[in-house]
């Protein structure tokens, strides 16, 4: 059973409620007492404010301290609560770093694996492919397709080819590459998107069919990009 400090809580809210304004590290302690009484209230506050505090210090161990903190406050988050999942992942991200920073991969990719269970999976995926697990990363790839993140469609694509050439699966990797190039021909015919994109990604295409031996491929990736590039230079000089 946890005891309250009443006097803690009083200095809290009159701090909160005082005409100046706290520092962070102010709110941080105020936050602290009062989540202990009104989790519902200020734990989402205190998740805010320790993430808000990091931003202070060039200590990486007080990062970490002041991350966990987060995290754990930001797991006890009552289920429903409004922008609960968004200040778990930033929480948990945060975390992550901290972690990384010091070295402590096995604790940071641990957390890495509760972020993606979260629906971030950008930092697990990393930790694979460093890690040489090529194939699982490109299976969190996959899943981050499906989900249709907007905004990430074209970064998930690339590193989800870019996994699974890791991985040996050249062919699923020209496939998934294949249904980017679709997906940005449509957007330069409907000028949602740079001709400059299309250049790259024709090229990086090309390096792909070559070195798998596929030069015919390799060879007609390397004419559309010609051809872009002729149509950007005419499309620059207007």
């Known amino acids: 059973m946890v005891t309250i400090d009443h006097d803690a809580v009083l200095r809290a809210r009159v701090l909160l409620l005082g005409s100046g304004r706290p520092s962070r590290a102010e709110l941080v ?12 209230a200020y734990l989402p506050k205190l998740v805010d404010a320790l993430l808000a505090l990091r931003y ?10 002041l991350t966990a903190e987060a995290s754990r406050a930001a797991r006890r988050v009552e289920v429903g609560t409004p922008k609960r999942e968004e200040r778990l992942r930033r929480a948990l991200d945060a ?17 890495c ?20 697990s090529f194939w699982e990363a490109a299976k ?8 249709g993140i907007p905004g990430r469609s074209f970064w998930t694509a690339v590193r989800w080819a870019a996994n699974l050439e ?17 997906e940005t021909r449509r957007e330069v015919a409907e000028q949602s998107t740079a001709l400059a994109i299309l250049t790259w990604e024709l090229v990086h295409f090309s390096r792909m069919r070559e070195s798998v031996g596929d030069r015919a491929g390799a060879a007609a990736a390397r004419r559309e990009a010609q051809s872009v590039l002729e149509e950007l230079a005419t499309t620059v000089s207007r």
């Open 166 to 182: 890791g991985a040996g699966l050249h062919d699923a990797a020209s496939a998934v590459f294949r249904e980017l190039l679709e």
């Open 56 to 65: 202070e210090s060039r200590d990486p161990k007080v990062n970490v301290a």
């Open 29 to 40: 302690g105020a936050y602290r007492v009062l989540a202990e009484v009104s989790p519902k």
């Open 140 to 147: 969190l790839d996959e899943e981050a397709a499906r989900d």
């Open 95 to 111: 975390y992550q770093a901290s972690l990384f920073v010091l070295g402590r991969r096995a604790e940071g990719r641990a957390i």
């Open 113 to 132: 694996e509760e972020l993606a269970e979260a629906g971030q999976r950008e930092p697990l995926v990393r930790v694979l492919a460093e890690e040489g």
